[in-house]
């Protein structure tokens, strides 16, 4: 008997202190991203070349419960991506949104377990004249599935991130050289995969303000 009572008292624990994320309740986050790249060549007279690429990145996103523990969100992102070469160098801006769907799983006090999934759309121009390009246009399609864990800090902070996700896409861009033949060219790919990004290894997290 004693133990059934402890029992008890340990579920009504754990569904007190793990507080559904309720309906109504509002989620904005803001994230930046930054890479780059340098790399060298040479030959054997003794000359060299460099040439550097930069990606840099900046995301707002929006969610709403629309049910308890149940969230619609959406993202847009603005991105440029600048290569630069000995004797050109190009700057492409991107444009993105992404919708998405989570259900959340109360597992312990704050902490919950969330799967959802997401569709996406990036949009990438070349606006200015360059050396080798007369201009770029991309479009990126994407659809994927994801699962993480959510730490509510608070009534007003939450912490997230992916541990297991499943990605495929679509990619298509045109560019056109500028040279005589006034080359255009065009590629498309396809993409898909599962990623495990482990407990420690390029793990992301994301940190959202509820109101």
Not at 5 to 27: D, E, P, S
Not at 71 to 93: C, P
Request: positive net charge; contains cysteine.
């Amino acid at each position: 008997m004693k133990s059934k009572l402890l029992m008890m008292a340990a579920f009504c624990l754990v569904g007190f202190t793990a507080t559904a994320q309720t309906k109504g309740t509002n989620t904005v986050s803001l994230g930046f991203g930054s890479s780059k790249n340098e790399s060298k060549t040479g030959n054997g007279n003794g000359s060299s070349s460099k040439s550097t690429n930069k990606n840099n990145s900046i995301t707002l996103g929006y969610g709403l419960f629309f049910k308890d523990n149940e969230k619609l969100a959406l993202d847009v992102s603005y991105g440029q991506y600048k290569e630069e070469f000995i004797d050109f160098e190009r700057t492409i801006k991107n444009y993105g949104a992404v919708a998405s769907y989570q259900k959340y799983f109360p597992l312990v006090k704050k902490f919950y377990a969330y799967g959802g999934g997401k569709l996406g759309y990036t949009y990438g121009k070349q606006n200015e004249v360059s050396t080798n390009y007369n201009g770029y246009l991309s479009n990126e399609y994407s659809a994927g599935a994801y699962a993480g864990i959510s730490w509510f800090l608070s009534k007003r902070f939450a912490l997230e991130t992916t541990i297991l996700s499943a990605n495929m896409g679509y990619h298509k861009e045109k560019y056109t050289s500028n040279s005589t033949q006034n080359l255009t060219v065009e590629n498309e790919s396809s993409s898909f995969g599962i990623n495990s990004q482990g407990t420690f290894n390029n793990l992301g997290f994301k940190i959202y303000i509820l109101f």
